[in-house]
Every structure is written in C-alpha cells, then in structure tokens.
C-alpha cells in the first residue's frame, strides 16, 4: 500500500473521531428545573399514597422518572434548611442553625458561583432562599436573576417565568431555574376555594381529630392541589421553550408541613421530604430508590451532572449515580439539628437515621415544645404585619380537651418529650411508639447515641437556644382525665 491510499483509508476514521470529538465538546450541559415547596409534607400526594390529594402532575413526574423514597433536609425550618442546600453544609458547618439567623461563618462559601462559572445562567422565581438570606446575598450571588420585583410577597402565577424563558436567545447558556412555591406554607386558600370536603380528609396519626382542624386540612390539600397544577403548567413551559429532552425536572419541599408532630421537629414528618426527578433519556421512568439522599446533595449532584468537580470540604456528595440507575445506595447515615424559630419555638434537638432506626435526643426536656402553630393560633385577632401562620384550629383543641381524656393527652404529647426516642421506621413511620426505654433495644440505643455526640463534638454544637423557652414547670398543660372512660366522639386519628 503506498502512501496516498494510506493516507485515503486513514481519513474516514480520523474524521470520525474529530466528528465524535466535537460532538462532545459542543453537547449542552442539561437545563435544570428545580420546584421547591414551602412546608409540603412527605406523605401528602397522591404519589406517596395519599390518594385524598389530587395531584396528577406529581404522579406524572414520578411516572417518568425516579421517585425517592429517603429524601431528607437538614433541619425542619426553612432558614437553616435552605442555607443548607445552597451550601452544601449542615447547618452547624456554614453557620445558620435557627430560623431567621442571617450570618453564615467566615469562609463559608455558597455553591452557586460554581454552577455560573460552568457557563450556567442561574434564576430565581418565588421563595428559594429565605428572608435576609436571599435579599442580602448570604448564598445567592449578584449574577442570580430574579424574576420578581419582591420576592416577599405570595407568588401565585408563572408569567413572569414564560416572559423570561420566551425572551432568551436561541444560543442562550444552560439554565438553572428554580421555583418556589409557598401555598403550603399556610395562610391556606378560603374555605370556599378548597375542593376536598372537609369530611373527606384524612388527618393524620397523632393530631386530635376535630371539626376545626378538618376544616383547615382541606385548605392545606387545596394548596398543594395548587402547587402540583403550577408543576403542570412548568412542564408545558418546559415543552415550548427549552429542549425537553435535555432538561432534568425536580419536585421537592424544605420540611414538612406546619403541623403538630411536623415542621420544627426531628420526626420523619418534619425533615423527610417529597423528591421526584425526571430526565428523559437519562433516568429510568417510572423508578423508585430506598437510597437516602439529603438536600445538602442537591447542588453537588447538579455540579457533577453538568460536568463540574465536585467541591471540597462540604458535607454534600453527588447522587448521579442513583439518578442513573447505577446504585439504590448513597449515604449510610442521616443526621439533622433543630435550634429552634426565635421566641416562638426554642426546643434544641438532633437526630440520626440509620436503616431503619432513628434517634431523637431532645437537649431540654424540661422545657415545654411550642410553635407558630399554637402560640399564634391562641393569641386572638391578629395584628397588622404580625405572623400569619398559627393553627386557627388550635382553640378546639383546648376546648376539647377539658372534657375529652384523648385531646388532653395529645396536647401533653404535643408539648413535652422525654430527652431520648428511639423509633423502628419500618414498622413504625409514624413514630408512635419510643423503644428507648425497652431493655432488649439498649444496644440500639447507645450506638446511635454515640453517633449523635460524636457528631455534636466534629461540627462544634454549641447547644445554643434561639430564644427564651418556657418551662413544663410552669406549662398550662390540660389535666389528664381517665383515658377508660371517654366522653368525646372525636379521638387522635390512628
């Protein structure tokens, strides 16, 4: 063979592999789209089996993609568990422990400028960061778009969305676009506007049951009603005006909803949260994963699925692999901190989930547990610019619990706790039943114990309080009448 045909039947392969060459070179990074719901509860869908919630979009997401089933966030208010996602550190690590804290420790750097120094445009539209934190620029740099003129008020619509995704260029850089979405952080919608009768709810284990709070669980159902309907409409959004078939789509919520037993506790219902996931082509449809996975995971997983390193030093690592199917695990160990949100819930705890088994050390038990929820929802008519979201149901708990033994002891269970749980998830989700003091789990008991001092130790836990607590001592807690003789008709719900 002499030398041109050498050259001749060299040329097709040499051109096929600058072809594949520039074809890596030049893929687009994919779009994200991240829906972030504000106190929208694990269970309350009809994806993770509340038929009762119509939400045919969220069924859909999970109908295309994965859902997981062990999706934690790392604290259960919206302060510190935002801090965390954007920063991928847990709350002790980048500064932000309770609710409305605002400084994050010298060196704390967000993840964000790393996505933008990808080549990502990085946009935010409703409530994605929190309070002080996303106005003054504590992890959301200056390049951030916003896509509203105040962020604080209730955002109910996606016009400024399609605006925005309408007006880009062609050749526009890839996008991170996240949405947030407060309807489930109640004020929920009138009465008259929610669909579910109240009738029809269902309320869940370890809340009394009264007329009252069923009138206001059809509200929060109509509000993540409401929410799954905007997810629909981002989907179409995402259809007319990105490439589909290269966007990741992502569902989640900051904690759980602001109910007893919920947001501003440890227990699953309080930090483990809803997360689906769907990327055509590249995540299996209609998959589900047991892997627990945190919100401190998020941004490293975007980092690493658009072809960033992963940083350094941070409590977060990519799940990539899950999301393409190549492992069902991904951390061994789940913990989370509560501080507390100011004066109106100073009660510490910290908690580890391991398995199936999960550990709940309260620092005070001496102190009584309150919240937004009963504190506003029994200080009367409400005052301009004051807090809007206290329990309005909360009065018929007291009312009832002068003469029913079942609401009397749901409110000393609501309001005190004994310094240690200890809870087997798998046959008890809703961790009703302590095993701490059970001789035959004594062994459980200890290691996740050490688990938690040990960790309390490596993050520097300052044990601090977020206000003044008040103590069971001097607690009006309701008298415990005898529980053999009932005489209401309403009961806990179980």
């Known amino acids: 063979m002499n030398r041109i045909s050498q050259r001749q039947s060299l040329f097709p392969l040499v051109f096929f592999g600058l072809m594949v060459s520039a074809t890596i070179c030049v893929a687009k990074p994919p779009d994200f789209v991240i829906t972030i719901a504000d106190d929208h509860g694990f269970h309350h869908s009809s994806v993770y089996g509340s038929p009762e919630f119509q939400t045919p979009h969220m069924q859909q997401l999970a109908a295309d993609g994965i859902r997981f089933d062990n999706a934690y966030v790392a604290s259960p ?31 704390v750097e967000s993840l964000l400028p790393q996505l933008i120094a990808q080549g990502y445009e990085v946009a935010f539209h409703g409530k994605v960061g929190h309070g002080r934190l996303m106005h003054h620029g504590a992890y959301v740099p200056d390049e951030v778009k916003r896509l509203d003129k105040d962020e604080r008020r209730p955002i109910r619509t996606l016009t400024s969305v399609e605006a925005f995704l309408r007006d880009r260029p062609k050749d526009a850089k890839p996008l991170a676009l996240f949405l947030g979405w407060t309807d489930t952080h109640s004020v929920w919608p009138p009465q008259r506007e929610a669909r579910v009768e109240p009738a029809n ?31 629909g409409e981002t989907r179409e959004l995402i259809a007319k005006y990105l490439d589909a078939d290269n966007t990741l789509v992502m569902y989640t919520s900051d904690h759980g909803f602001c109910w007893p037993f919920a947001k ?93 088994w999960k550990y709940i050390l309260n620092l005070h038990p001496e102190f009584a547990f309150t919240t937004h929820t009963d504190v506003l929802g029994t200080a009367g008519p409400r005052k301009p610019g004051a807090p809007s979201h206290g329990g309005k149901h909360w009065p018929s708990y007291l009312e009832a619990a002068k003469t029913a033994p079942a609401a009397a002891a749901f409110l000393h269970d609501y309001h005190s706790n004994p310094a240690e749980e200890l809870y087997q998830i798998a046959d008890d989700p809703f961790e009703q039943n302590n095993l701490a003091a059970s001789p ?15 960790r309390m130790r490596e993050v520097g836990d300052d044990q601090s309080l977020s206000g003044k607590p008040r103590f069971l001592k001097d607690f009006p807690l309701p008298v415990v009448l005898d529980v053999s003789k009932p005489t209401d008709k309403m009961s806990p719900s179980r």
């Open 201 to 231: 709810v269902v309320i869940p284990p370890r809340i009394y049951d009264t007329p009252q709070a069923r009138a206001e669980m059809s509200r929060y159902v109509e509000a993540a009603e409401r929410i799954d309907r905007r997810l």
């Open 264 to 356: 501003w506790s440890l227990y699953e219902t309080g930090i483990r949260t809803p997360m689906i996931v769907a990327w055509p082509g590249k995540i299996r449809p209609g998959t589900t994963t047991d892997a627990m996975v945190s919100w401190i995971d998020l941004m490293p997983t975007l980092i690493d699925l658009a072809g960033g390193g992963l940083p350094k030093d941070i409590d977060g690592k990519s799940f990539a692999d899950v999301l393409y199917g190549k492992s069902d695990q991904h951390r061994d160990a789940i913990f989370a901190t509560h501080k507390g949100d100011k004066g109106m819930n100073v009660y510490p705890i910290r908690s580890v989930r391991v398995g199936h």
């Open 440 to 454: 035959e789990h004594a062994e459980q008991l200890a290691e996740l114990r050490a688990m938690v001092s040990k």
């Open 77 to 107: 208010a919206c302060g510190p568990s935002r801090a965390a996602l954007f920063t991928g550190l847990m709350p002790y690590r980048n500064g932000i422990v309770g609710n409305h804290e605002t400084e994050l420790k010298p060196g």
